[in-house]
Structures are given as C-alpha cells and as structure tokens.
C-alpha cells in the first residue's frame, strides 16, 4: 500500500507542473498571434490604521479591482522593513478569490530581485509575493480584498517614525486574460493584455503627539509658545472644528466659562495617561474670557490702568492688541477703535489693524 502513494503523488506534481506550463505556453502563444485586449487594474493597499505607535499590529488588504477577465494576478507587496515585521502565519486568500477555484501562492518572504525597484530595495524593504492563477477568470470593476496579512511595528520603532507598503516592480506582473466576451473560456481564449496598472500605496506613521489646524480654516497653532489663535470671536463649544490631536490618547478641554472657549481655554493633549502638552486659546481683544469682544473687555483695561484688577498671562496676550508684549493705553485706544468699527483685530496675529 504504502509503495503505491509515491507514484501517484509524482503524478500529481507533474499534472501540476504541467498546469502552470500550460498557463505559460499559452500566453505566450497568443503573443505570437499577436491577439491583445485592453484592461485597467487598480490595486489599493487598505491598511487596518494609519498612526500607530509601537509593538501594535495592523492587517493589510490587498484591494483588486479589473474591469478584464484577469487569469492570473502576481503583486509583490514590499512594506518597511525598519518600522514593520511580518506576522508569520497571518497571510491569507479571501473568499472572494478562493471561490475562482485557481492556485494560490503566497510567498511572505520573497528575495527575488525582480520584485524589488530600484526605490524599494531589499535592503530596506520585504516582499511578501502574491501570486494567482485560473480559468475561471477574476472580473471585479468594483474591486475586493483578494489577499490579507498582519505587519507588528517593530518594538524599537519611535515616535516621528513611518514605514510604507508599496506595490512593487510592475514589470513582474502578469497581463493574460481570457479575451473579452467568452463565455465559457478554456486556455486557447488567453491573450496578451495592454493593461494599465494603478497602484495605491499605503503610509503608516508613529506620530509624535501634537495638535494641528484643521485646513480651511483660520486657526494658529502656535507651537513655540502654546497658544491657540485665529478661531474667531464666536462662542465656541467644539474644538474639532478648529485643530485636531494628532498622536494623543484623549484631549481634555477646561472652557475660560461654562461651555465657552475664550481667551484662557485650555487644550490638553494626554499621551499614554499623562499630560504631554497644554495650549491656551487666545481671542485677541476677549480679555475676560466669555469669547466675545465687547465694551467688558474695555472697562476691564480701564480698571487695570486704575491698577484695580491684574491681569493673568493669557488675558495679558488678549489684550495686547499692538503686539509690543505689554498691555498699555495704546491697546486700550485700539480696543475702543474695534468696538467702534474703525477698524478690526486680525485674530490669526492678535493685533488691531485700522481701516484706510
Ligand atoms: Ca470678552
Ligand atoms: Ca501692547
């Protein structure tokens, strides 16, 4: 019994050898022919996150998109080999390829050269190779994850980091397809495509906790000084709307009043439990902090020239509307001006600007 298994099992990787063969051959035969169709794929690298920090793992799909009867796929998937290892075991075929019944390789840890470009070179970057091949054609204008594997940024990667996952060399890729309008195909239907390739590549990045304006609007992150500007006079009750945390776990806002974010608010970025920074808001000419630039604002500089109040360091900023670092008569007199329309306070700056 156990000397009939080897011949059969020969048998078998010779029909299977000659399967590839034939794929082969007869590709190579239609280019002969000279018998071509067109085609467009588009391959998209959707990863699981895009900021991570380190010691975390992402899932990576590869997204196949073709408006051809594609027989055979090959992708070399290249990814950052400083900021990412691959998790072994993790590489799989979706359902949504597995059910064209073709043969299936993925190889995690390919170093055939021909995969790599001359940008993503082994030295820095791992392949895991992709590779697919059947008669019942894949056709998917809308597009499917074919293929998923796990990547674990690597425990010594640190913030300011980021690693890329990149389509690799296109000269490896496979063009056949069965040509256009065959219904029940078999090899002899398989030609050379022109096909156009477009590659979506993914970025990954460790980011280093911060807060950035979101774009479009007139918001100042003052990094140096830790301020907030430029987010106008109005009440206020959403930060989202202005800048964004980058990196953070949370943000904790403390309003200057119930629910209003003027001059004093502040925004404080917690990174991994503790406090990594503060911002204050700064509304230029808002110096008692309910957001709104009125005559309190005035009366309150009157009282500081009559050395009845002092004023706290944010309301110091607020009220400096000449920008010379002090509070003095002059920011008074510009302040008076801005409440009588002679001119406006540019918020992005904090100073006073008179009309023509
Ligand atoms: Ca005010
Ligand atoms: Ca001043």
């Not at 408006?67 to 992708?75: A, E, I, Q």
């Not at 256009?180 to 050379?192: A, K, N, Y």
């Not at 945390?245 to 439990?273: Q, R």
């Not at 008692?288 to 005035?298: E, K, M, P, S, T």
């Amino acid at each position: 019994m156990k000397k009939s298994k080897k011949p059969l099992a020969l048998l078998l990787s010779v029909v299977m050898l000659l399967g590839v063969f034939v794929v082969t051959t007869s590709a190579e035969d239609a280019v002969v022919k000279g018998e071509t169709a067109d085609g467009v794929s588009n391959v998209t690298i959707i990863t699981s996150a895009d900021t991570v920090k380190a010691g975390d793992v992402i899932t990576v799909a590869v997204n196949v998109a073709t408006d051809y009867n594609s027989t055979n796929m090959r992708w070399p998937v290249l990814f950052s080999s400083s900021f990412f290892e691959f998790v072994e075991g993790s590489e799989a075929f979706t359902e949504d390829l597995l059910k064209l019944n073709g043969r299936t390789t993925a190889v995690t840890d390919s170093i055939d050269s021909k995969n790599f470009t001359a940008e993503y070179t082994p030295e820095n970057y791992r392949c895991v190779l992709i590779q697919w091949s059947g008669i019942t054609p894949y056709n998917n204008p809308e597009g499917a994850d074919i293929f998923t594997f796990e990547l674990k940024v690597r425990d010594e990667v640190v913030m300011g980091m980021s690693g890329d996952i990149v389509i690799g060399n296109e000269e490896s890729f496979y063009t056949q397809m069965i040509k256009p309008g065959v219904e029940e195909p078999s090899f002899s239907d398989l030609v050379q495509g022109n096909i156009t390739f477009n590659c979506t590549n993914a970025h990954v990045a460790f980011p280093v906790p911060g807060l950035a304006p979101v774009e479009g609007t007139s918001t100042v992150v003052d990094k140096e000084n830790n301020l907030i500007r430029g987010i106008g006079f109005n009440v206020v009750d959403d930060i989202d709307d202005y800048a964004y945390s980058v990196g953070c776990d949370e943000v904790i806002i403390e309003p200057s009043k119930d629910n209003i974010m003027g001059t004093g608010t502040t925004v404080t970025l917690i990174y991994e439990g503790e406090v990594y920074d503060t911002y204050t808001i700064i509304i230029a000419g808002d110096v008692n902090g309910d957001g709104i630039v009125d005559a309190i604002d005035y009366l309150l500089l009157d009282l500081m020239e009559a050395s009845e109040v002092m004023l706290s360091g944010a309301e110091k900023l607020a009220a400096d509307l000449d920008g010379d670092s002090e509070v003095t008569s002059s920011d008074k007199i510009a302040l008076d001006s801005n409440l009588i329309f002679e001119g406006e306070i540019d918020q992005a700056t904090g100073k006073y600007v008179a009309n023509n």
